[in-house]
């Protein structure tokens, strides 16, 4: 089954239209280094308790 999708995949190729991604802030802003990344939303954030 995955042969078939990765041949699926190389003959059709992808389309990513989002993606959600979560870690530490400054992990975070090292994505802007890529191109692929060229528009970023800030969504919810939490503070986490380090106690």
């Known amino acids: 089954m995955d042969k078939q999708r990765l041949a699926y995949?190389?003959?059709n190729g992808v389309t990513v239209y989002?993606?959600?991604v979560t870690g530490p802030v400054r992990e975070l802003?090292?994505?802007r280094t890529f191109?692929?990344?060229h528009?970023?939303?800030l969504?919810?954030?939490e503070v986490?308790?380090?106690r």
């Open 9 to 11: 995949l190389r003959t």
């Open 18 to 20: 989002g993606a959600v």
């Open 29 to 31: 802003e090292k994505l």
């Open 35 to 37: 191109a692929e990344f």
């Open 39 to 41: 528009h970023f939303q």
């Open 43 to 45: 969504g919810r954030i």
């Open 48 to 50: 986490w308790n380090w």
